[in-house]
């Protein structure tokens, strides 16, 4: 942190001022300006829809920006393309690791910019040296010319920052370069941001995680609705203020949990199994009870969870339902007795962002609303009407596409899409991930709702204040087992970090 | 099957090399040099319009108007030289190469600047295309009279015991695999199709990438022109009618992913080689030539179906046991 | 967000009404386009707008028709099926084969439709059961069908059909209706009512925008899937009955090139061949236009390649000139 007091004297490496982007009907930006500097760790914080991934794009080149200029190095400059950014130095990892699956580990690196020979053609022995060099300066020691579908996404993000360097970056953007990495690989990435920063690299570090944001980001820039609303220095700033101007408004409790009354088992599940991803399973669920799920990324909760739904099947394992075993080979199986799944990754197993808002609502309660087969529009817009303002959408109309709401506004789509099932078991997998604050907080006065009403909740999560907040009782998953089980008076932060890492208390 | 994965194009060897001694078990003489060479050179057209559609697949496009770009180039090609039967065989191949590639270029171009579904553009020019001969010629034929010696007897003119045809698509074939190994456009077709997002972050422009690999294969398609007509030594509306469904079957069989992304030369090249050994074995060990589509369907199918299972990614192994194995 | 302060409970129905979202339909720009052709055929040819000459033109479209009312619902999905000809050819092989064998019309019917189902399941199960790519497969089952007719006939032909099974193809229904033109309609009707007013339907819909949400939603897609494949093949069985019939005979090039036809038609009728999208009025409004094109040409002269140019142009302008146009819109707008 000692560089900080110098970085407000360095000249920025990248400099953004009045910068404004407009689409048809909504302003993305308004006359922001942002400043990254030489070996200093800048963080873009905001809610989703603030504006930083259009911010990121105008960057990369992707996107031009109506109005403002781009200077770079004290020269006033424009990135029509996405290759003219690539060339001033400004690099960007994404979240979902944007690289190519079928080409080689080196190949991945020098795209585009490959070394030639003298007739111009691809130089391959010298492509494979420089990238073997690079991934070392990266801390990675693997042979370049495997492929890219081979390794892991931590090496894939390994690989994306060999790429950076690849290029002589100036700037570097990470966005929410955490959100898929497990706990082991985050401090990796930390060790690698360091590294980058003594390189004296300008790194512009998007992210939802505060923990992470103090810990390695030397100023902070937040946005809210478009434009800039404050910058500093993170030294002189608290968390606290960081919400506050993100969300610019007080916020209730973000975690509204309701004490009620526990029931009799509802859901008991025993001896599951799977050969490669889960075994031994076994837990109660009672009602009015909201069970988390924590562990890391990966641990085989997810798996597991569809399992249940018939998604995928166990080898072996029972599940009893109200005392009754039930076989499930099939989600349409799953929702007629009663158990339902909200999915992970909302864009791609949740909402069907071409269909209008009531037709996703009413999509798994088709047989409820139509009679002998023939759709029933009139008893589908009641369904949906119902469970939206349960939920608190915000939305033009029902007959809206899904895909023109904010992340928030679709995943209340999604949860009352599986509540007008009438479910007796809801399982919400990372239910508030990648939404903004105010959703948030709606989604987990709901859960609570729901609870208090006798309905049986399993919420998988891998954020601790959200577990912590909204659980009765916490069983902690590793590596396709059961690590963990915790009663909601004995949770502890430390106890499920150190169950879901493997580290015993002797230890 | 990881080894298996990795040498998709040694199985097709493998797969041939069976078929062809199957064949030769039945019927010895197809193996001789003379012949194999012949079965290669009948083939040699194949290849080369394999290579151009590898190329649009790549890229996630497909182009279905290659056959009927093939039959307009052709025509045009015939028609130069029954106008100017002194025009040098040359400038003619230059001319429906170049046609060819205009024809490629609005594919392209309405892929790239309109962005319509691939699949549609190249039904709509297919038909488009084939019209234009019609147009062109009032469905009136081009016969081998009307068409210089020279005009015909180039594909057939032997170097090197070798003909012209022949050496003309291993010239084709090793500048591809130039163009696809070592030239930044070729790497950038697997790039489009591998992960057009990704590619745009990487600078490259998807859209026009496409658009060059519709150039490629609309060039391919004007030389196969020339070669058709010229070897054929006739030309009319109908040539090499649903012959772009047999490029893409080779295509698929050489393991080329629908998909975009996943292909190579060598496999293009086995695939359609695979198609011509089954086609000229047919009639030598007494099997009816009629069999060769229903035998060419069941290929592509078996193709398909091993690809598949080639390509499907083992699943995340979470538990600590499995790994170790 | 500021701007929307809008009461949860205030959430409409829907902001159009039935009648402005029907006017800025592709079906509304389809019906437009298929009146004015409907006016150039009756001002350039005075024989246009004899009933029975109108009667001879719905020839040239209802079997094509009748695959590409199926062959909407598969592209709504997100798959394509191009062995739709080659499962006519075979279904029609099969039906001349049987001829020899002494059978007589409703056997005929029944091996015709018989065929088409079984061809729909061999693509339906390589494509669900296997989960193969759907282009792919049917380009491979295209040859393989088509090809299993060549085994069959070689450069031969069938005929000697009974008379009676004259009556799909040639026989008319009441005055200038014929069966053919009568089995459209009733088929169109039913495929609409499928597609846009039940569960199945909204399945389809669902798949073809997003398989995984609907497969989590609790829709069984590869039920849905086989079904529409076997669909598909049972269609192209009825449009091998009627068209052998109409034809009197069987070779193995029989319908050679209507898979690409069918796909036009449904493209043509507004079906998104990316999946998710299209209606069955727009499919039969394309169906008419496509009919009355070839049918004016007919009149005037002009071959039938010409025709097929026009088609291709139409098919694509018809998806460039929306494309142009908002392009234009936006930037008038700036």
């Known amino acids: 942190m000692l560089q900080d007091t110098t970085t407000s004297r360095m000249k920025p490496a990248i400099a953004l001022e009045g910068i404004s982007k407009s689409f048809p009907g909504v302003k993305a930006l308004s006359d922001v300006s942002l400043s990254l500097y030489p070996g200093s760790v800048t963080a873009l914080v905001g809610e989703n829809g603030a504006g930083k991934s259009t911010l990121v794009k105008i960057l990369t080149g992707i996107y031009q920006p109506d109005g403002g200029s781009i200077r770079v190095a004290d020269t006033e400059t424009t990135f029509p393309t996405a290759l003219s950014a690539a060339r001033a130095g400004v690099t960007a990892i994404h979240q979902e690791t944007v690289l190519f699956d079928e080409l080689s580990v080196a190949e991945n690196i020098f795209l585009g910019h490959a070394p030639r020979n003298r007739f111009g053609l691809i130089d391959w022995k010298k492509l494979n040296a420089d990238a073997r060099a690079l991934l070392h300066r990266a801390g990675a020691d693997f042979d370049p010319t495997i492929r890219l579908r081979d390794l892991g996404i931590a090496k894939k993000h390994l690989v994306a920052i060999a790429r950076a360097l690849s290029v002589d970056a100036r700037v570097v953007i990470m966005d929410e370069p955490t959100a898929a990495l497990s706990h082991k690989e985050i401090h990796e990435l930390y060790a690698l941001v360091e590294r980058l920063k003594a390189d004296g690299k300008a790194i512009l570090f998007i992210s939802h995680k505060f923990d992470e944001i103090f810990r390695i980001a030397d100023r902070y820039t937040v946005f809210r609705d478009g434009t800039m609303v404050g910058e500093g220095l993170i030294a002189d700033v608290a968390q606290d203020d960081l919400v506050r101007m993100m969300v610019g408004r007080a916020v209730g409790s973000v975690y509204p949990k309701e004490d009620v009354a526990i029931g009799e088992p509802v859901l008991t599940v025993s001896g599951y199994r799977h050969p490669t991803e889960f075994e031994d399973i076994n837990f109660e669920l009672r009602r009015g009870e909201i069970l988390g799920f924590y562990g890391l990324v990966g641990a085989g909760r997810s798996e597991f969870m569809q399992s249940l739904i018939g998604i995928t099947r166990p080898s072996a394992g029972a599940i009893r339902l109200d005392g009754e075993i039930l076989v499930i080979r099939s989600p349409s199986e799953a929702i007629r007795s009663g158990i339902v799944y909200v999915p992970e990754e909302r864009g791609r197993q949740g909402a069907i962002i071409g269909l209008p808002i009531f037709q996703n609502v009413t999509l798994p309660s088709l047989s409820r609303t139509s009679r002998s087969g023939f759709l029933k529009l009139a008893n589908e817009f009641a369904l949906a009407r119902e469970y939206t303002s349960r939920l608190d959408l915000r939305a033009a109309s029902l007959d809206q596409d899904v895909g023109t709401l904010s992340g928030g506004n679709q995943q209340k789509v999604v949860i009352a899409k599986w509540l007008a099932t009438k479910p007796k078991v809801i399982i919400l997998d990372e239910p508030t991930k990648g939404i903004d604050i105010g959703s948030k907080a709606a989604v987990h006065a709901f859960m609570s709702e729901l609870a208090a009403q006798g309905l049986s909740v399993i919420m998988v999560s891998s954020e601790i204040p959200e577990i912590m907040g909204m659980s009765d009782r916490v069983i902690v998953m590793r590596e396709g087992r059961i690590a963990g089980r915790f009663e909601r008076s004995e949770l502890s932060a430390e106890k499920l970090v150190r169950a879901a890492a493997g580290i015993t208390e002797a230890a | ?325 | 967000m500021a701007e929307t302060h809008l009461s949860p409970r205030n959430i409409p129905d829907r902001l159009e009404g039935r009648g402005v979202r029907l006017l800025k339909s592709w079906e509304s720009l389809l019906l437009v386009v298929a009146c004015l052709i409907f006016l150039g055929n009756s001002l350039a040819s005075p024989y246009f707008l004899d009933p029975w000459n109108l009667s001879d033109a719905t020839f040239n479209f209802t079997e094509k028709a009748m695959i590409a009312f199926a062959m909407a619902l598969v592209i709504i999905s997100g798959e394509i099926d191009l062995s739709v000809a080659s499962i006519i050819a075979l279904a029609s092989t099969a039906m001349g084969y049987a001829v020899q064998l002494g059978f007589d019309t409703p056997a005929l019917v029944i091996v015709g439709l018989s065929v088409g189902l079984i061809c729909g399941v061999v693509n339906g199960l390589l494509i669900t059961g296997l989960g193969l790519p759907s282009i792919v497969v049917t380009i491979g089952t295209m040859s393989l069908f088509r090809g299993l007719s060549f085994i069959i006939l070689g450069d031969q032909a069938f005929t000697g059909y009974p008379d009676s099974f004259a009556w799909f193809g040639q026989g008319y229904v009441w005055w200038v209706f014929s069966f053919e033109f009568t089995l459209f309609v009733v088929l169109a009707v039913i495929y609409g009512v499928v597609l846009h007013k039940t569960n199945f339907g909204r399945a389809v819909y669902a798949i073809g925008n997003n398989q995984t949400a609907a497969l989590f939603s609790g829709i069984r897609v590869n039920r849905v899937k086989f079904t529409l494949f076997l669909l598909t093949g049972l269609m192209a069985g009825l449009a091998s009955i009627c068209l052998t019939s109409r034809l009197g005979s069987t070779r193995p090039s029989i319908a050679l090139g209507w898979e690409l036809e069918v796909v036009t038609m449904v493209v043509l009728g507004g079906v998104s061949i990316l999946g998710g999208s299209g209606t069955i009025p727009g499919v039969v409004l394309a169906a008419l236009i496509m009919g009355m094109v070839t049918f004016g040409f007919g009149l005037l002269n002009v071959p039938g390649i010409v025709m097929s140019i026009f088609i291709g142009l139409l098919l694509i302008s018809v998806i460039a000139l929306p494309i142009l146009w908002r392009r234009a819109r936006r930037r008038l707008a700036h």
């Open chain 2, 1 to 325: 099957m990881s080894k298996l994965l990795k040498n998709r194009e040694l199985l097709l060897v493998g797969a041939i090399l069976v078929l062809i001694a199957l064949i030769a078990w039945r019927f010895p003489p197809f193996v001789a040099p003379a012949n194999l060479a012949r079965v290669y050179n009948d083939t040699s057209i194949l290849i080369i319009l394999a290579l151009g559609q590898m190329a649009v697949i790549l890229t996630r496009c497909i182009d279905l108007s290659m056959a009927a770009n093939l039959a307009l180039s052709g025509m045009v090609a015939a028609m130069l030289n029954a106008a100017f039967p002194g025009l040098p065989i040359p400038v003619i191949i230059l001319s429906a190469m170049a046609l060819g590639a205009v024809l490629g270029m609005v594919n392209g171009a309405l892929v790239w600047k309109l962005n319509i579904p691939p699949i549609v553009v190249t039904l709509g020019t297919l038909t488009i295309y084939r019209g234009l001969i019609f147009l062109l010629t009032n469905g009136k034929w081009i016969n081998a009279h009307q068409m210089s010696d020279a005009f015909k007897s180039f594909p057939r003119a032997d170097l090197a015991g070798i003909p012209v045809l022949s050496w003309l698509s291993v010239v084709m074939v090793a500048a591809m695999f130039l163009v696809m190994t070592r030239t930044p456009l070729g790497r950038a077709f697997f790039a489009v199709g591998g992960n057009p997002h990704a590619a745009v972050y990487t600078g490259i422009d998807v859209g026009r990438t496409r658009f060059f690999a519709y150039c490629l294969s609309g060039t391919l398609a004007g030389l196969s022109g020339y070669l058709w007509v010229s070897r054929y030594a006739v030309a009319y509306v109908d040539i090499a009618a649903g012959f772009e469904l047999d490029i893409i079957a080779a295509c698929v069989i050489g393991g080329i992913s629908i998909a975009g992304g996943i292909g190579s030369v060598p496999g293009a090249v086995l695939g359609a080689l695979f198609l011509g050994v089954i086609k000229n074995a047919l009639p030598v060990i007494n099997i009816s030539p009629f069999a060769q589509m229903a035998i060419s369907g069941m290929v592509i199918i078996i193709a398909v179906a091993v690809n598949a299972r080639a390509e499907r990614r083992k699943g995340r192994v979470i538990l600590k046991k499995a790994e170790a194995v």
